[in-house]
C-alpha cells in the first residue's frame, strides 16, 4: 500500500509523467483566463457569453461594445479598443492570439464601423485589424500570424496637405472556409470569396474569387482548389 501511495505521489510531483505540471499548465492556460474573462462578464452579462478566456496583459476598451459567443480566446498581450458605429462581434469558438491589435476608431468625430468575425475562425498571433470600415471574417476562417486588415485608404490628390484631405471607407468582406497565410495585407475594398486560399506575404488589391488560390505582390489568381 505505501508503495501505491509513493508512485501515485511521484506521478503528481512530475518525478516520472509530469502530470503535476501538466496540471498547474492547465490551469495557468485555463483557469486564470477564465477568471479575467469572468471579470469581463459580470460587468456585461447580456453581450459576453460564457465562457470567455482572456490572456495576461490584455487591454480591452470600451467593453460595452463587445459582443462575443461561447468559448471565445483573446491572447496575451492583445490589445482592442471597441469603440464604433456597430461594436465588436466575435462567434462561438473564436480564438485571437497573442499581440493582436484592433482599433476601429481613431478620431471621435468620424468613428469606425464594425469587426464581424464568425464561429470557429482562429486569428494569429500579432494581427492587426484596422477597421475604421466595416471589417467582416466568416466562420471557420484560419488566419495567419503577422495579416494586416486595413480598412481604410487616405485621400493623396492635389496640392493639400495628406493630413488635411481625409480617408476613403470601402470595406473589407472575407468569406467562409478562407486560409489566409502569414504577413499577408489585405487593403480596403477588398472581398474574399468562400473558400479562397492567400499565399503567406501576399498584397490583396482586388477582388479574390470563391476557391481561388493567390499568391503574390499584387496577389494573383495561380488556381482553383476544384480544379
Not at 490551469?27 to 453581450?47: A, S
Not at 496637405?161 to 481625409?166: E, L, P, R, S, Y
Not at 476613403?168 to 487593403?187: S, T
Request: with cysteine.
Amino acid at each position: 500500500m505505501n508503495a501505491l501511495f509513493k508512485k501515485i505521489l511521484e506521478k503528481l510531483k512530475g518525478n516520472r509523467f509530469g502530470l503535476w505540471p501538466t496540471f498547474l499548465r492547465l490551469i495557468q492556460k485555463g483557469g486564470i483566463p477564465l477568471l479575467r474573462g469572468l471579470r469581463v462578464k459580470l460587468i456585461h452579462p447580456f453581450k459576453v457569453n460564457f465562457p470567455f478566456y482572456l490572456g495576461k496583459g490584455v487591454r480591452i476598451h470600451n467593453t460595452s461594445f463587445l459582443i462575443t459567443g461561447k468559448n471565445v480566446y483573446i491572447g496575451d498581450y492583445s490589445y482592442m479598443d471597441c469603440l464604433s458605429l456597430g461594436g465588436v462581434k466575435l462567434g462561438n469558438n473564436v480564438t485571437i492570439r497573442e499581440f493582436a491589435w484592433c482599433q476601429l476608431t481613431s478620431s471621435l468625430s468620424n468613428p469606425g464601423e464594425l469587426i464581424e468575425i464568425g464561429d470557429n475562425s482562429y486569428i494569429g498571433p500579432r494581427v492587426v485589424l484596422g477597421a475604421a470600415a466595416s471589417l467582416k471574417i466568416g466562420s471557420n476562417c484560419q488566419i495567419g500570424s503577422g495579416v494586416n486588415f486595413i480598412a481604410e485608404n487616405h485621400k493623396f490628390s492635389g496640392n493639400d496637405d495628406i493630413f488635411n484631405q481625409g480617408v476613403i471607407r470601402k470595406g473589407i468582406v472575407i468569406g467562409n472556409d478562407c486560409w489566409i497565410g502569414n504577413n499577408v495585407i489585405i487593403l480596403d475594398g477588398i472581398h474574399v470569396g468562400d473558400g479562397a486560399v492567400i499565399g503567406a506575404g501576399s498584397v490583396v488589391t482586388k477582388e479574390v474569387p470563391r476557391l481561388a488560390v493567390v499568391v503574390g505582390n499584387p496577389a494573383k489568381v495561380m488556381r482553383f482548389r476544384n480544379e
